[in-house]
T-cell receptor
Framework: DVKVTQSSRYLVKRTGEKVFLECVQD?????MFWYRQDPGLGLRLIYF???????EKGDIPEGYSVSREKKERFSLILESASTNQTSMYLCASRGGGVGELFFGEGSRLTVL | QQQVKQSPQSLIVQKGGISIINCAYENTAFDYFPWYQQFPGKGPALLIA?????SEKKEGRFTISFNKSAKQFSLHIMDSQPGDSATYFC????????????FGAGTRLTVKP
């Protein structure tokens, strides 16, 4: 069964802390994505990656960075967390071409 | 600015009724239109998808209707069941934009027994 695993389901951090959200997929997919989900706003694309060491900004990249050192792993980094980054973060992967996105179960981050 | 506009934000339907969720888009380069279903505590999962070369696609109780000229598409859930209660997202992607998916704001569907 295909799987996208997000390492932390729930995190509570303080303002100014550095936050790492890890995502691993076992489908050998080239493409990986980080979305943010907020009520009434749907899923907004933060960053995506088409290949190892490659990254592209999505619609809301400010305050975030990403790392993709291995094909199966895509990390989202908040260099200095702020309260407005309290949200649900969803990682997804996709094979080549247009097609189905496979999502992880999400990481709910609370920044105090 | 949302590239895909979805309505309604929430919907309550009686068991056995028809649930209808609508989406509209502006970017004519979009050429893939999926619907995702999300249950509480889970990530979204693909429900059904359509490409603009057809006007309708049906899978069981779920149907997508697509109107290319109006740049609109909708999800119809026939004989709605309490187990259909979830949040539904429409989305759109284009080969021109590297197939990056853009999502609507979501509709929370509640089917009452």
């Amino acid at each position: 069964d295909v799987k996208v695993t997000q390492s932390s389901r729930y995190l509570v951090k303080r303002t100014g802390e550095k936050v790492f959200l890890e995502c691993v997929q076992d489908m050998d997919h080239e493409n990986m994505f980080w979305y943010r989900q907020d009520p009434g706003l749907g899923l907004r694309l933060i960053y995506f990656s088409y290949d190892v060491k490659m990254k592209e900004k999505g619609d809301i990249p400010e305050g975030y960075s990403v790392s993709r050192e291995k094909k199966e792993r895509f990390s989202l980094i908040l260099e200095s967390a702020s309260t407005n980054q309290t949200s649900m973060y969803l990682c997804a992967s996709r094979g080549g071409g247009v097609g189905e996105l496979f999502f992880g179960e999400g990481s709910r981050l609370t920044v105090l | 600015q949302q590239q895909v506009k979805q309505s309604p934000q929430s919907l309550i339907v009686q068991k056995g009724g028809i649930s209808i969720i609508n989406c509209a888009y502006e970017n004519t380069a979009f050429d893939y239109f999926p619907w995702y279903q999300q249950f509480p505590g889970k990530g979204p999962a693909l429900l059904i998808a359509i490409r603009p070369d057809v006007s309708e696609k049906k899978e069981g109780r779920f149907t997508i209707s697509f109107n290319k000229s109006a740049k609109q598409f909708s999800l119809h859930i026939m004989d709605s069941q309490p187990g259909d209660s979830a949040t539904y997202f429409c989305a759109a992607a284009s080969r021109e934009n590297n197939n990056d998916m853009r999502f609507g704001a979501g509709t929370r569907l509640t089917v009452k027994p």
